[in-house]
């Protein structure tokens, strides 16, 4: 049996869980509302503040399926509560960010400052200047764009020059050494 996907999701106070045919289940919380459309085969069931889901049979793909779709229904409850934040950090002589309205601007030692639009549903707030921090209720979106803002310019081992995430090691290297 799929230990996660045995796990029944508490569903907080002040959230609504409405599941529809084929899955779809829409989730109303304090910080917005969140839909989905699961896979049709999974059995959704909310039972006395709880969200259950079960698995028709055992073949690999149920088994799969099963822990997947009760982690994506974890996510979007944990999302419409508390919501997502990813932290990145600027390092670098002269790399800065900074925020225009809904535009992020950063400056990474290329001839053109770099201008990233926020997507909808989602907040970049800049601390300092080498501070980035992006939040969001949805999980997939709140990775999906610290992933875009980090590809922008990504650390290098030399100098660990860069954008990062906050909780990452970067693994140094070490450089040159001159003639003896």
């Known amino acids: 049996m799929s230990r996660i996907g045995r796990m029944p999701i508490a569903v907080p106070a002040g959230v609504t869980v409405d599941i529809a045919e084929n899955n779809k289940v829409s989730v109303k919380g304090p910080k917005g ?3 989905r459309v699961l896979p049709a085969e999974m059995d959704i069931k909310l039972e006395d503040g709880h969200i259950v889901v079960t698995r ?7 088994k799969s399926l099963h822990g ?5 229904l974890a996510n979007i409850v944990h999302g419409v509560t508390e919501g ?21 601007i950063l400056s990474l030692g290329y001839s053109h400052p770099v201008e990233m639009e926020d997507p909808d549903g989602l907040e970049s707030v800049v601390e300092g200047q080498n501070k980035i921090i992006v939040k969001g209720i949805d999980k997939e979106k709140v990775g999906q764009f610290a992933a875009e803002i980090r590809d922008k310019r ?16 970067i693994r140094r290297k070490v450089g040159k050494t001159g003639k003896k």
């Open 33 to 35: 509302t969140l839909e």
């Open 68 to 72: 997947l779709t009760r982690s994506l």
């Open 84 to 104: 997502y934040q990813k932290v990145l950090e600027v390092n670098g002589v002269g790399y800065r960010a900074q925020k225009q309205g809904k535009k992020l």
């Open 56 to 62: 028709p049979n055992d073949l690999k793909k149920m």
């Open 154 to 169: 990504r650390p290098e081992p030399y100098k660990g020059k860069g954008i990062k995430y906050a909780d990452e090691v």
